[in-house]
């Protein structure tokens, strides 16, 4: 029983494991030491930066643009996906050019938007809103096509009209999987996020940064930024699963 | 619907149609005419007639895949037909009220709704105002007298209990008639017997017109008033056998001469229309 009770401590021995191994590796000076910064050093940065520091600042931008990208990609991809779904002929005729760009690195497409947009914010949001549609839209135009066969039938079969069907029934069995699409969309914003603060003439956010610290070679700032972007990822993922858990209660059941 | 409203409709008859020699003389409730249905190459029914009485349980039985289910959701208008005429006292699908309750109650509930607002849900599609569905369902559940919590969600509930909200989704609207494909099928051995009890008692109550796809002999013998045993592709009536055994019929019934003899007579026909092939 008690040690039933301490399994939500698990995911910590991996962690401890990990800091474990890098103390390890700095304290024996197995690793040089400018390339790996101590645990302490690196925790010190992070905490530094973040509190009322300028990582702090950064890990907002970033944020902000993520979610915008996010955002504007779900107001454009939903309404579209369920249009496209709705009909699996109008589906089919798009598949193809949906499937093309979603497999182009929405990296190459910078210098498209910088040309359109300038080197502001404008370019960084849209080049991650855009990477993020084709994949919000393909996972909502899958969850409105995979409806279940009987649930529409039933609905049909008490006399709902195809709008009621379509709003009633196929939008809300497409939620499970519209959750999967800004699950992935939202992760994808941040990669394009922070490539884009990397290298489009940025002058804050997380990539920004990395970037800035590696030019300087003050190492514990750049592990304390990568270490941001990583709970930057992880927290928006937890996020919307809770989002999920909370609107779509019956998914997977 | 309650038993005033039953006693006002044109057949109150229909629930003494256990006895002997009554269902004959009944006016049709459902007349098919020349029904034809093909799937690729395969033909499914050819310019089949068949009457359904009005207030029987009517149990469709026969040999893998001879079309027992597309029977039903054929008439339920579920898929189209090819050619032919079904008719309800010589009106269309669309001027009727019906219900239909699917095998596959998981898929066939809304998880999104309660259990209470699945079964409100088809007198929503009639436009029915919220304060009026709300008594209509309350008056519903208190007449069944149904015990479960329907403020669940389906997916919190079993699977006896989901398809009773299933069957109550389809009764609410005080259906004309109602269709149910295996609706038991996905139960276990002990809820099917529960739910079979349950079906019978709502059908005394209500003496609507019920047309049930069974794949078990016993179940389909025992609730009803005439089994209709389908012949291999294209689907002929083998028999339409009547089960004279009183209602309510409880497990003595299925040691009874009667009907005993009734179900070795519906498993002949069956047995032979199998070998035919």
Redesign the interface.
């Known amino acids: 029983m008690i040690a039933r009770r301490l399994d939500v401590f698990l995911p910590l021995i991996g962690v401890a494991g990990l800091v474990a191994i890098w103390s390890g590796a700095t304290a024996l000076k197995l690793v040089d030491p400018v390339l790996l910064p101590s645990p302490a050093s690196t925790f010190d940065a992070f905490w530094k930066g973040m509190d009322g520091g300028r990582l702090g600042f950064d890990f907002a931008k970033t944020v902000y643009r993520t979610m915008m990208a996010t955002v504007i990609a779900a107001i454009i991809a939903i309404p579209l996906g369920i249009v496209l779904g709705a009909s699996e002929r109008v589906y089919r005729s798009l598949e193809f050019v949906i499937d093309f760009f979603r497999s182009t690195p929405a990296s190459a497409m910078f210098p498209l938007f910088l040309v359109l947009f300038g080197v502001g914010d404008e370019t960084k949001i849209s080049v991650a809103a855009f990477g993020a549609i084709l994949v919000i839209l393909f996972n909502v135009a899958y969850g409105v096509m995979n409806a279940?066969?009987?649930?529409l039938?039933?609905a049909?079969?008490?006399?709902?009209s195809r709008l009621?069907v379509l709003f009633?029934?196929m939008l809300?069995e497409s939620l499970p999987q519209t959750f999967v699409g800004l699950r992935n969309g939202v992760s994808l914003a941040l990669v394009i996020i922070v490539v884009a603060e990397m290298f489009i003439g940025s002058q804050d956010g997380l990539g920004h940064s990395v970037f800035e610290a590696q030019q300087l070679f003050d190492m514990p700032r750049m592990y304390a930024a990568i270490f941001a972007a990583g709970a930057l990822g992880y927290g928006l993922n937890l996020l919307f699963l809770l989002i999920e858990r909370r609107f779509v209660?019956?998914s997977g059941? | 619907m309650t038993v005033a409203q039953h006693a006002l409709r044109p057949d109150p008859s229909g629930v003494l149609s256990a006895a002997p020699g009554v269902g004959y003389t009944k006016r049709p409730h459902v007349t098919i005419r020349g029904l034809s249905k093909r799937f690729d190459s395969a033909v499914i029914y050819d310019k089949f007639d068949l009457d359904i009485p009005r207030g029987e349980l009517i149990s469709v039985f026969g040999p893998n895949g001879c079309g027992k289910s597309t029977l039903i959701n054929m008439i339920?208008?579920?898929i189209p037909v090819d050619a032919g005429e079904i008719l309800f006292d010589g009106m269309r699908l669309d001027e009727i009220k019906f219900g239909?309750v699917?095998q596959?109650y998981r898929?066939?509930?809304?998880?999104?709704m309660r259990a209470f607002d699945n079964i409100a849900?088809?007198l929503k599609?009639?436009n029915v105002p919220a304060a009026e569905r709300k008594a209509r369902t309350e008056k519903l559940v208190a007449h069944l007298g149904v015990k479960i919590d329907l403020n669940l969600?389906p997916?919190k509930m079993s699977g006896g209990q989901q398809q009773l909200v299933s069957i109550m989704?389809a009764l609410v609207v005080e259906p004309e008639i109602l269709f149910l494909d295996e609706p038991f099928s996905a139960l276990d051995y002990e809820m099917t017997l529960f739910m079979r009890e349950q079906l019978q008692k709502l059908f005394i109550e209500s003496g609507t017109t019920m047309v049930l796809v069974s794949h078990d002999l016993e179940e389909a013998v025992y609730l009803a008033d005439r089994v209709l045993l389908l012949s291999r592709h294209p689907a002929r009536v083998a028999d339409f056998t009547v089960v004279r055994s009183p209602r309510p019929r409880t497990d003595t019934t299925l040691s009874d001469a009667d009907f005993v003899q009734t179900k070795a007579h519906c498993l002949e026909v069956f047995q032979r229309e199998v070998r035919r092939a």
Do not use: I, S
């Open positions: 279940r066969k009987t649930r039938l039933a049909k079969v008490m006399g709902a009621r009633d029934v809300l209660h019956w059941k | 339920a208008g579920l239909y699917f596959n898929e066939a509930l809304f998880p999104w849900y088809p599609m009639m969600y997916y989704r």
